[in-house]
């Protein structure tokens, strides 16, 4: 089963330049946890999430930007990568989503651990169900040195 079979499409973005509660009311209006970010081209420029929200609106003013509060350096897929590689990148890393790029850094899509664990049913495969069993036993543990995507080298980014 490949991320394509699986992501949740159309995204829900938006911009850097939004405000913390633009970005809020557009999670509660499409009932996302998660909105990516992306440039005046139309690329990923980073991640917010319902965490990032409330911990910025709880620390800073709520007119505050998304820029100031979003993930910049997001672990990826392609469209073409298997379910059992999403799996591995997120449990490496600890994250819940990963957004999908196509071409020119274009989301063209966002897999949430619920997305794979509904394809891993629906697939019947016992290794996916594997694989998202330990991506979730991975993601729940405490967080792991390395398991930062700042601290991820560029050739596993790109």
């Known amino acids: ?18 405000t913390l509660v633009t970005a809020a009311q557009r999670m509660a209006r499409h009932h996302v946890g998660a909105l990516v970010v992306i440039d005046a081209n ?9 965490r990032d929200l409330c ?11 998304v820029a100031a509060a979003m993930t910049a350096v997001v672990i990826w897929v392609r469209p ?13 890393h600890q994250v ?5 790029l196509g071409t020119d850094r274009v989301a063209v899509g966002m897999i949430s651990l ?18 998202i069993a330990r991506t979730l036993a991975a993601i729940r543990g405490p967080r792991r040195a390395g398991a930062d995507p700042a601290t ?3 050739a596993l980014r790109d």
């Open 96 to 100: 819940h989503r990963v957004p999908v």
């Open 55 to 65: 911990l910025a609106i709880a620390a800073a003013d709520p007119d505050g930007t």
């Open 114 to 131: 619920s997305d794979l664990a509904v394809g891993a049913c629906e697939n019947g495969k016992r290794r996916d169900r594997v694989a």
């Open 1 to 18: 089963m490949l991320a394509s079979d699986v992501m949740t499409r159309p995204i829900v973005t938006c911009a850097p330049t939004d």
């Open 42 to 50: 139309g690329a990923l420029a980073g991640l917010i999430t319902d």
């Open 152 to 154: 991820t080298p560029q």
């Open 80 to 92: 073409e990568q298997t379910v059992e590689q999403v799996a591995h990148l997120m449990a490496k």
